[in-house]
């Protein structure tokens, strides 16, 4: 499996804000409405100064959110003495393409890009809007959309683009309603079809510790937990989208 570092690296080159500085050991994201992914400063030092990210952030309108992951413990420690919450522990899963992959029926699977009118309006209605939709389209190819057909229908879709031979799943939202019928595993073991077709080595996705039912499927289809990582927040802005 990759490393952290190259898994992080494909986080944020398939998953893009639309500005990046590197300022006194901070790589400072201006997420342009596309979410905490894409907002959170990240160190790259751990005595990078915090009042340097903040300043940054609040110039650019946003809230002081940091993303830290286990080499991060001094920051992290910093950040909590100065009142800031813990927000969204999340796992990076991975698995080798040629383990995942399953080449899915006639109409099961579909990778189109750009979106359908379908795949957007199963984006909004889980919350994911314009601005994430941006941060897909600023995303360099190769990319793709997918969207799963179960009963003659609609019922999931995902997004996920290729960076040094990781693809990075992003946006897997299944409708209410058409969950606990096999919706999300189609969509793993399709897009590790498709990324092998590309010529990726690796399917990888990022998801929160709090989602248990995602975090169960992955393992049964075999992918690994390779990292962590959580964010820190103002308490008062602990509610961040």
């Not at 990759?2 to 080159?13: F, I, K, N, Y």
């Not at 990240?42 to 940091?66: K, N």
């Not at 522990?89 to 383990?99: D, K, S």
């Not at 889980?126 to 190769?142: E, K, N, S, Y």
Request: proline share 5%; charged share 20%.
């Amino acid at each position: 499996m990759p490393d952290a570092g190259r898994l992080m690296a494909a986080l944020d080159a398939t998953w893009p804000a639309l500005k990046t500085d590197r300022q006194d050991g901070w790589v400072l994201r201006d997420g342009a409405g596309g979410g905490k992914r894409v907002s959170a400063a990240s160190p790259l030092r751990d005595d990078a100064p915090v009042e340097v990210a903040q300043a940054w952030m609040r110039a650019h309108g946003q809230t002081p959110l940091f993303r830290l992951g286990a080499p991060d413990s001094t920051l992290d420690a910093v950040l909590t003495g100065r009142g800031y919450r813990l927000l969204d522990p999340t796992r990076i899963y991975a698995g080798p393409v040629a383990e995942l992959a399953r080449k899915p029926g006639h109409v099961e699977l579909f990778d189109i890009w750009p979106p359908l009118a379908i795949m957007r309006d199963i984006w909004a209605e889980g919350g994911i809007g314009a601005g994430r939709l941006a941060v897909m389209g600023r995303a360099a190819l190769p990319k793709t959309g997918f969207v799963a057909r179960i009963e003659d229908r609609a019922a999931g879709v995902a997004f996920c683009a290729l960076h040094e031979g990781i693809a990075m799943l992003h946006a897997i939202e299944v409708l209410p309603h058409m969950r606990r019928k096999g919706v999300g595993a189609l969509v793993i073991q399709g897009a590790a079809w498709w990324a092998q077709t590309q010529g990726a080595h690796t399917l990888a996705l990022a998801v929160t510790e709090a989602n248990t039912g995602a975090c169960a499927l992955y393992e049964r289809l075999g992918m690994q937990v390779c990292t962590r990582y959580h964010y820190r927040v103002e308490a008062e802005k602990e509610g961040l989208q």
